[in-house]
């Protein structure tokens, strides 16, 4: 009996360790990120203000750091946004596709970048289905990117929608599948929480209530 109540409260107390780490583990991560941002922007653009202010008037700023780079960002953008900033930007971008290392590097984060930050680029995407690949019995998520290609249809015969099959982690990226529409299994699933599953590789899904 003694021995059963001791593996009762075992498991209990097992049960009560990962339900704490469960809850507390994402507090933790989210806190640990928005205090990391918070020190590396004062220490990368706040530091010599601050210091200038402490010396001479007595005082710091606390998140200045943030405060300026987030200017910075929003002053990047409205000058991105006019003609001569965007004609300006695609001259440096040019340079940054063909520089050693950077080219390596700076196209993919672009591509993601711009999927995650810019509506029109997730526009392109029209509706989430389901579609049998790799192979028959099982499903791989897919997004709807053309329907109605007169070309595709006269010379086969049949409706046919064009679908991008992401490879997760990167959504933007995949296999694009030309398939009867008869074929796709449409899911109730906006494309935001598609691209959620994608990025997270099946972890996060769309909570239905």
């Known amino acids: ?108 984060a672009k591509k993601l970048s711009d999927f995650l930050f810019r509506e029109e680029e997730k526009k392109k995407f029209r509706k989430v289905v389901l579609v049998e690949y790799p192979s028959p019995g099982s499903y791989s998520v897919g997004f709807v990117t053309n329907e109605g290609v007169e070309d595709f249809d006269k010379k086969t015969g049949e409706e046919l929608v064009t679908v991008l099959v992401p490879l997760s982690p990167m959504p933007y990226s995949g296999l694009l599948m030309v398939l009867p529409r008869e074929k796709l299994f449409e899911i109730d699933m906006t494309v935001n929480e598609a691209i959620q599953l994608v990025l997270s590789g099946g972890v996060v899904t769309p909570d239905k209530k």
């Open 1 to 108: 009996m003694r021995k059963k109540a001791g593996t009762t409260i075992g498991a209990r107390l097992r049960k009560y360790l990962f339900t704490g780490l469960a809850t507390l583990l994402p507090l933790f991560i989210t806190f640990y990120i928005i205090v990391f941002i918070f020190e590396f922007t004062n220490r990368f653009a706040g530091r010599h203000i601050n210091d200038l202010l402490m010396r001479e008037y007595g005082f710091a700023i606390p998140g200045l750091g943030l405060i300026l780079l987030t200017a910075f960002v929003i002053l990047a953008g409205a000058l991105v946004s006019n003609f001569l900033g965007r004609k300006l930007f695609e001259l440096a971008e040019r340079f940054f596709y063909k520089a050693p290392l950077v080219a390596n590097i700076y196209p993919s």
